[in-house]
Nanobody, 124 residues
Framework: QVQLVESGGGLVQAGGSLRLSCATS????????MGWFRQAPGNEREPVAV????????YYAESVKGRFTISRDNAKNTVYLQMNSLKSEDTAVYYC?????????????????WGQGTQVTVSS
């Protein structure tokens, strides 16, 4: 069983930055691909960024490329999402998720473990 706890959300002005963190339990963190997903009201949950177990491969949604960076520290069992140049359309609840996978899955159904979510609100 893997438990995930997100932190770092909040209210920020457009153009600003936030750094989300996801701390995980368990001794097998380094074997999991980790993803950040978001869900805005009325929308489906969508992938934002995914990182492989080694950190060697990443995926970014087109809408965040060049602005967001996903990283992980396997020694600290933590994955991060650095969000720069935030826009109002980035407003959503952001979720961290884990999947035991050798690739970088983007389908939410492939992730059995989820955090509780953290709200990110970008004011224009």
């Amino acid at each position: 069983q893997v438990q995930l706890v997100e932190s770092g959300g909040g209210l920020v002005q457009a153009g600003g930055s936030l750094r989300l963190s996801c701390a995980t339990s368990g001794r097998t963190f380094s074997t999991y691909a980790m993803g950040w997903f978001r869900q805005a009201p009325g929308n489906e949950r969508e992938p934002v960024a995914v990182i492989s177990w080694s950190g060697g491969s990443t995926y970014y949604a087109e809408s965040v490329k060049g602005r967001f960076t996903i990283s992980r520290d396997n020694a600290k069992n933590t994955v991060y999402l650095q969000m720069n140049s935030l826009k109002s359309e980035d407003t959503a609840v952001y979720y961290c998720a884990a999947a035991r996978s050798s690739v970088i899955p983007t389908n939410t159904r492939l992730y059995p473990y989820w955090g509780q979510g953290t709200q990110v609100t970008v004011s224009s």
